[in-house]
């Protein structure tokens, strides 16, 4: 399995943005599909975006496409998210997940970060 471990979470105004960070070390990087996970208190963990080892190809949540982008660096064993024009509700503890090549589920899961959007 991979480790993971995130940053960049915090407390933002509405409309803002954030940067999380995902840094993964043991196992070779490719070849693995990378995702981030949200879960709000109370509430289950919900997917929120991914992105695929071949050609980079990403999907989104409908609640977060056009807001959101998240991208990978190879080379640093990297996956950001970019978050822009956050909302209350996207307050959340974000988690980054690691799918191997051929896995049904994600099986690797980092700590998580707090993200907290304020009105």
């Known amino acids: 399995q991979v480790q993971l471990v995130e940053s960049g979470g915090g407390l933002v105004q509405a409309g803002g943005s954030l940067r999380l960070f995902c840094a993964a070390s043991?196992?070779?990087?490719?070849?693995?599909?990378m995702g981030w996970f949200r879960q709000a208190p109370g509430k289950g963990r919900e997917f929120v975006a991914g992105?695929?080892?071949?050609?980079?190809?990403?999907y989104y949540a409908d609640s977060v496409k056009g807001r959101f982008t998240i991208s990978r660096d190879n080379a640093k064993s990297a996956v950001y998210l970019q978050m822009n024009s956050l909302k209350p509700e996207d307050t959340a503890v974000y988690y980054c997940?690691?799918?191997?090549?051929?896995?049904?589920?994600?099986?690797?899961w980092g700590q998580g970060t707090q993200v907290t959007v304020s009105s």
């Open positions: 992105i695929r080892w071949s050609r980079g190809s990403t």
């Open positions: 997940a690691a799918r191997a090549d051929g896995a049904a589920d994600f099986g690797s």
């Open positions: 043991g196992r070779t990087f490719s070849g693995y599909t």
